[in-house]
């Protein structure tokens, strides 16, 4: 079974403050997308991360897939209020069926 | 990227009525359509896969009965609770794959789902 374990499960820091989001499997997986929930709303796309050692930026946030394809992280550096939300982190199952299994997510909430 | 559509954002049903929730993939054509069930703070659990014009596959311990899919159509999908009941309340959302983006998925804004 494919699982993806994010940790930490809460995350309450101050504003300015770096962070790190950390998504693990036993698994490989082809490919990890991250993801951003703000309450109320669906899921936004933040990145996909498809090679092995791969670094991706976008702005403050910084997506690194491991080099065997089983982890990924987000670090985001001086995060801002805009910040919070929850973090997901998913990957295509085997199989062909291109359902994805979801993380277990990530709270975080950054204060003013 | 690609956009997908909610509606409702939000219904209020009585116990015992059924509900119908869209789906819409409004820039590309969705060969296949997610829905996830979602409970407060915690990630999203999928309920089903839906590929356009076959019968929907579900997930272990999602009733197939109480839950109904139909995905006619590249662009649309809808999820019908039946005789919905109190603990059928939750938030429900879809995501979208198809056309160019058959490498990733896109999510509907959700909807929430409150039955009294």
């Known amino acids: 079974t494919q699982l993806l374990e994010q940790s930490p499960q809460f995350l309450s820091i101050q504003e300015g403050e770096n962070l790190t989001v950390y998504c693990n499997s036993s698994s490989v997986f082809s490919s990890l997308q991250w993801y951003r929930q703000e309450p109320g709303e669906g899921p936004v796309l933040l990145v996909t991360v498809v090679t092995g050692g791969e670094v991706k930026k976008l702005k403050r946030l910084t997506f690194q897939f491991g080099d065997a394809r089983k982890d990924s992280s987000l670090h985001i550096t001086a995060a801002q209020p805009g910040d919070t939300g929850l973090y997901l982190c998913a990957g295509p199952s085997r199989g062909g069926t291109y359902k994805y299994i979801f993380g277990t997510g990530t709270r975080l909430k950054v204060l003013a | 990227g690609a956009v997908v559509s909610q509606h409702p954002s939000w219904v209020i049903c009585k116990s015992g009525t059924s509900v119908k929730i869209e789906c819409r993939s409004l820039?590309?054509?969705?060969?296949?359509m997610f829905w996830y069930r979602q409970f407060p703070k915690q990630s999203l659990m999928l309920m089903a896969t839906s590929n356009e014009g076959s019968k929907a596959t579900y997930e272990q311990g999602v009733e197939k009965d109480k839950f109904l899919i139909n995905h006619a159509s590249l662009t649309l999908s809808t999820l019908t609770v039946t005789s919905a009941h109190p603990e059928d309340s939750s938030f429900y959302i879809c995501s979208a794959r198809g056309g160019s983006f058959y490498n990733e998925q896109f999510f509907g804004p959700g909807t929430r789902l409150t039955v009294l």
């Open positions: 820039d590309f054509q969705a060969t296949t």
